[in-house]
């Protein structure tokens, strides 16, 4: 047996048990039709094997909304711009701090704070990496003026208020002590050539990329595919694979059909009633694990029936969530309590899941006042794991209420985002599903945009809550922070400020000659991965 062989071994009998429904292991957590390989001009005949050069094709669920590294707030976006754009610090598979363009970092006082940039790092344009680069980067995010931006991404890095050049070093400046400074670049913030930048137009921004990543853009058709080649100068050495194309499908179907039939290499958000399928066949398989997402249903607390402490309760009662993970995800799926993750820094091991109890549900939509009330559910379409049928479930959940009416309106994902993160909460549909990715392993990065106010997605705004949440931002001492996001959580959970649904799993098709091990932040970097 080939060392592949076993992997692919180990990797089936995972999926079997973790489908039966046995405790599934946190070890190694980490639109259109696809487009057919035969009208792809990066390859010869077509076909995944193609020997004459090394191409894989991805497809998504949804495509990019657009290249602007700091315009946008979509996991499928940043999927194809980190094949080209990278982060100031890295991370390792275990999450750990490493270097990456910053090679150094220190805090220098509660409010300011140093990064060390690498020297002889090329863009794919021309020009070598230069601090400034890496300050115009996190002044466009974090101020409007800075790159003609207003950018939806300020919140990512909370409490920043600037960047600048000093002694050929970064200083970052904070309006107050900011504990998640190093974390929070580690995550966010791609970084930018300043000239590059600031000599186009927004609109040309948007469609053309230029990084220091392994991969340069080869050809970008909006709503249809993304190409890219390998770029030969990468500081850390070309990568394996010579040309990747990522397009979309928002049907999985189409997505697990084209897997199968050979037409592409790697498959996101495999449905988890494809996979044994999947596993059956001589030359695909299945790689899986827990991510960073939490789906779950916001209210906005400005609206009626959803500024009802009681109604928002009512409704995490009326949803069976173990019945969804079970029936609808076959296991794949962890039920939550909050709005953060378990094992994340500030995550409260006190709280339980809201239980599935439809009379109690009906009690307190009658204390709410709103008995009767008729709702409408918005849902990205095929944005996430099973999340149309996950919708359609929790809204047949609350529609089965005696007191309750409820619908589900469909909705195209970009157009959602975008009244999600345009700062305006009036353009927010009252009642909607989302999935809130968080590469930080923190609480605050969960609990911030959505339960504070003056975010780009603030749903709901509670005092208590969010000094909760603000004492936690500047808080040094990690005991007493952890405490603070713990008690943050507490309060999110009592006052149901969302409701809870479940933990997203990665789920991946693969062809056969592709091997790579997912990470949980849901990205498919084609640098990691390798040819058999």
Do not use: K
């Not at 094709?57 to 946008?72: E, G, R």
């Amino acid at each position: 047996m080939t060392d592949a062989d076993s992997d692919h071994l180990s990797r089936r009998a995972y999926l079997t048990y973790g489908a039966a429904g046995t405790a599934v292991a946190l070890a190694g957590c980490a639109g259109d039709d696809v487009e057919d390989l035969d009208d792809d001009p990066a390859t010869d005949d077509g076909t995944p094997g193609d020997e004459e050069e090394s191409h894989i094709h991805i497809a998504q669920t949804q495509n990019p909304t657009t290249l602007d590294p700091h315009d946008h707030r979509e996991t499928t976006t940043d999927n194809v711009l980190f094949q080209a754009y990278e982060v100031s610090i890295g991370r390792d598979p275990d999450g750990n701090l490493v270097e990456q363009l910053v090679t150094d970092w220190e805090p220098l006082d509660e409010q300011r704070y140093r990064l060390e940039i690498r020297e002889g790092v090329p863009f794919h344009e021309g020009g070598e990496l230069l601090p400034s680069d890496v300050a115009f980067s996190i002044n466009r995010v974090v101020d409007e003026d800075a790159g003609n931006l207003s950018s939806p991404q300020a919140d990512q890095l909370a409490g920043v208020t600037g960047a600048e050049v000093e002694d050929g070093d970064v200083i970052v400046h904070t309006n107050e002590a900011n504990p998640m400074v190093f974390a929070n670049l580690a995550s966010y913030c791609p970084i930018v050539q300043e000239e590059w930048v600031m000599d186009r137009a927004s609109d040309e921004v948007a469609e053309e990329i230029n990084g220091t990543g392994p991969y340069q853009l080869e050809e970008f058709v909006d709503g249809e595919h993304t190409d890219f080649t390998s770029f030969a100068d990468y500081w850390r050495g070309e990568a394996e694979i010579e040309s990747v194309r990522i397009d979309a499908s928002e049907e999985s179907s189409t997505r697990v059909n084209s897997l199968r039939a050979g037409e592409i290499d790697l498959a996101t958000a495999v449905p988890p009633t494809d996979a044994g399928g999947i596993e059956g066949d001589d030359d695909t398989y299945i790689a899986d694990g827990p991510s960073t997402r939490i789906l779950m249903l916001p209210m906005r607390y400005d609206v009626e029936p959803f500024d009802s402490q009681e109604f928002r309760q009512a409704l995490n009662y009326a949803i069976d969530l173990d019945s969804i993970i079970s029936n609808v995800l076959s296991g794949f799926g962890d039920a939550t309590s909050q709005p953060t993750l378990e094992g994340y820094f500030g995550h409260n091991d006190d709280l339980d899941p809201y239980p599935y109890d439809p009379e109690r549900a009906e009690e307190l939509v009658e204390e709410s006042g709103h008995a009767g009330v008729e709702i409408e559910l918005d849902v990205p379409a095929g944005r996430y794991l099973q999340s149309d049928e996950i919708a359609q479930a929790c809204v047949n959940f609350i529609d089965d209420l005696d007191n309750v009416n409820c619908e589900i309106n469909m909705r195209d994902f970009g157009e959602l985002a975008g009244q999600l993160l345009d700062g305006d909460i009036t353009t927010t549909p009252p009642f909607f599903l989302i999935g809130w990715g968080n590469t930080t392993f923190d609480a605050q990065q969960n609990l911030l945009p959505w339960l504070t106010e003056g975010t780009s997605q603030t749903t709901f705004v509670d005092e208590e809550l969010g000094d909760l949440i603000g004492q936690a931002e500047t808080e040094i001492d990690e005991d007493a922070r952890e405490q603070l996001l713990m008690d943050a959580s507490e309060r999110a959970h009592d006052l149901a400020v969302f409701v809870f649904l479940n933990r997203e799993y990665l789920i991946y098709g693969l062809n056969e000659r592709l091997s790579w091990d997912p990470t949980p932040d849901e990205y498919q970097r084609a640098y990691e991965m390798s040819l058999q």
